[in-house]
């Protein structure tokens, strides 16, 4: 059974000096907005939810579930860079998928309803969402979503950077919104209880996914444009329109989305959680690490390695991509437990760090999912 929060704080003494962590403490003045949120109840405190990452499986991987208190992690079916992601290819991760599923049925719970995370929670397993961190897969079929959702998928980003068939990625040259078969695969999203994710999606198409979706839409893994001017990061009016409509904005470790500076730290990465919170309240953030469980140097033991992947993708140099890409204290499976512990050290309350750690994630996916 994995630690608690406060049961690893006490027994591992990580405190701020050990890590280097500065910075002042922080007070909350919630706005009038909270008091209309459901509340995390006893049964879902401790639920932690990464809305986006990685793991693996085995020995090791097993090991790095259980030393990262997690409760839920999402991740990706398939890469996204060029060529496009195709149709053949997502089914076959989806099948590859449904054999991890069937390889361990007492350890990796398939996330199909909100359910299924209290269930991993009870019992001490991992809950899995699967879904796309694009939407070239679909082929300008509509019919496709529902085929995905019946095979499992439960989250699909709209766009990864570039145009796709349904709109504009944060580094087209022009964003031209949603497209007309945009609008319908995010109605049709709705219908079925699939999450819609704006991550990578231009600022344009980010704000018709919002206006047209009848559910919340979710930037699962994002940082604030205000902390770091990075097309990958979100200006302030779209986190306002997001949190109008119930949303959260999940906030990443990865060092050049968090800050310029050559190597972010851990505080860099708090003060986006705050800033969402300041701008439109604690209901509205979370956290995709949009890492690995097990740390970004499990999968890229070196630079080289890094580069190597990551040529695929044809990223644009005002992304800033950079080596390395992990914050130096949030680099390894306790990730989670350390972030909790500096949240509360900045001041926020213990039921504040519940709903951050997952219960704003929960809270959405109960209302899109059941």
């Not at 929670?121 to 995905?148: S, Y």
């Not at 949603?178 to 109605?187: A, I, T, Y």
């Not at 995709?288 to 580069?307: C, H, K, L, N």
């Not at 989670?336 to 504040?352: D, K, P, T, V, Y």
């Amino acid at each position: 059974m994995s630690l608690s929060r406060r049961e690893f704080v006490q027994g591992a003494g990580v405190g701020a000096a050990a890590l280097g962590m500065g910075g002042n403490a922080r007070v909350l003045d919630p706005s009038p907005e909270t008091t209309r949120i459901a509340r995390p109840t006893a049964e879902q405190d401790d639920i932690w939810i990464d809305a986006l990452g990685g793991l693996r499986f085995g020995p090791e991987g097993f090991d790095e579930i259980e030393r990262s208190g997690l409760t839920m992690i999402e991740t990706t079916l398939g890469a996204p860079g060029d060529p496009p992601f195709g149709y053949e290819q997502a089914v076959q991760d989806v099948a590859s998928w449904h054999g991890i599923f069937n390889q361990y049925p007492d350890r990796v719970i398939h996330v199909r309803r909100s359910a299924d995370i209290l269930e991993a929670k009870r019992t001490g397993g991992i809950a899995v969402m699967i879904g796309f961190q694009n939407a070239t897969h679909l082929q300008r079929d509509l019919a496709n979503v529902e085929f995905f959702y019946n095979l499992g998928i439960r989250q699909m980003q709209l766009t990864y950077n570039s145009l796709n068939a349904l709109g504009a990625g944060c580094t087209e040259r022009v964003d031209v919104g949603l497209s007309d078969f945009g609008v319908e695969v995010v109605q049709r999203m709705n219908e079925l209880g699939m999450i819609v994710d704006v991550s990578h999606t231009g600022v344009r198409s980010t704000m018709d996914a919002i206006e047209v979706s009848g559910t919340p839409v979710l930037f699962t893994h994002a940082n604030c444009r205000a902390l770091c001017d990075n097309p990958r990061c979100k200006t302030d009016e779209q986190i306002r329109a997001l949190a109008a409509r119930g949303g959260v904005m999940g906030i990443t470790t990865v060092n050049f989305f968090v800050s310029k500076k050559p190597r972010s730290t851990l505080d860099d990465f708090i003060d986006h959680i705050a800033h969402v919170a300041d701008l439109v309240g604690i209901d509205y953030v979370g956290i995709g690490t949009d890492s690995s469980i097990g740390g970004w140097r499990v999968s890229f033991p070196t630079e080289q390695a890094f580069w190597d992947f990551h040529e695929q993708f044809h990223f644009k140099p005002e992304v800033d991509v950079r080596w390395p890409p992990f914050i130096e204290e949030l680099d390894r499976p306790e990730k989670m437990h350390i972030i909790a512990e500096r949240l509360e050290q900045r001041g926020f309350s213990g039921g504040e760090v519940d709903q951050v750690m997952g219960g704003n994630f929960l809270r959405v996916y109960e209302e899109i999912m059941g």
